[in-house]
């Protein structure tokens, strides 16, 4: 009866609330959390109770996204219905849903000529990062791109960094999505780019100060496309990773922090730079 009282009257967002406070999610993962719930809220499976395989097939076809976007939806929103299973707000298993395979494109990044010459663009690139600040692109995207390629650090760990981050020459903090300490060398490049713009901190953030996270989005995309660029900013860890593969095949695993090769390879090691990509012996040998 209780279980039936719960189902009746819970929605899918306050089963979102009571999964956060149960468990603790990095802020990526909770914002992806909620936009799965309000995904299913618009279209239908605002109740607990209407969490049934039939349902959720139904709402899982009507998505009009890629293979790998409903393949997370679909993990997400199982997550939420386990976890209301288990709490006793529902009856029904989680059960019965279509098994989605992700597709995934052959990881592609920046080589180092390149990613000089976008370290070497910033460098020179005197736009203002916004209208009510003095600060340039010069000032910042050099900083941000050195810190980003010399520790493979994610978008969020880079913009949360702050002047207790550093020391010894070296970025030492805890990876927010994971949870593992991370410790990386910065290059002379880096360092001097890091002082620079320290000496502009108003609070000891380094880039939470002048830009929010949305506008440092922004400033990114701009950048990246008004230079011509490809790729996002995603595309430093890629580079970081492949690059080190190439001298030390095997190593990516440990600097990403990854448990299995198999994610590195299949995220984010540009093949194409790392290793000579597999094939058979020729059927004719030159002459």
């Not at 298993?93 to 395979?101: D, E, L, Q, S």
């Not at 702050?162 to 990386?184: D, Q």
Request: net charge positive.
């Amino acid at each position: 009866m209780v279980a039936t009282l719960f189902c009746n009257i819970m929605n899918i967002l306050d089963l979102l609330d009571r999964y956060l406070a149960a468990v603790e999610c990095s802020p990526r993962y909770t914002e992806s959390l909620l936009r799965t719930c309000r995904r299913a809220k618009d279209m239908g499976l605002s109740e607990i109770c209407q969490l049934s395989p039939e349902r959720v097939n139904k709402f899982l076809a009507s998505l009009d996204v890629g293979a790998t976007t409903r393949h997370n939806i679909r993990r997400e929103l199982l997550t939420l219905w386990r976890f209301a299973y288990e709490q006793g707000m529902t009856e029904i298993y989680p059960a019965r849903v279509r098994k989605i395979r992700a597709s995934f494109a052959p990881p592609v990044t920046w080589e180092l000529a390149s990613l000089d010459k976008l370290i070497t663009a910033a460098e020179t690139d005197e736009t203002r990062i916004s209208s009510r600040m003095a600060l340039r692109r010069c000032d910042v995207i050099p900083a941000w791109a050195g810190i980003a390629y010399d520790s493979g650090m994610r978008f969020s760990d880079v913009h949360a960094l702050t002047k207790h981050s550093f020391r010894n020459e070296c970025i030492a903090i805890t990876a927010a999505k994971t949870g593992k300490p991370l410790v990386r060398a910065l290059s002379e490049r880096t360092q001097v780019a890091v002082a620079k713009l320290f000496q502009h901190s108003e609070d000891g953030t380094l880039f939470k100060w002048c830009l929010p996270r949305r506008r440092a989005f922004r400033m990114w995309r701009e950048f990246l496309d008004q230079h011509g660029f490809g790729g996002s900013t995603k595309w430093f860890r890629r580079a970081a990773a492949t690059a080190i593969e190439q001298v030390q095949p095997g190593a990516a695993t440990d600097f990403l922090q990854h448990s299995h090769p198999s994610l590195v390879r299949r995220h984010y090691l540009d093949a194409t730079q790392a290793a000579i990509p597999m094939s058979p012996p020729p059927i004719r040998k030159p002459r």
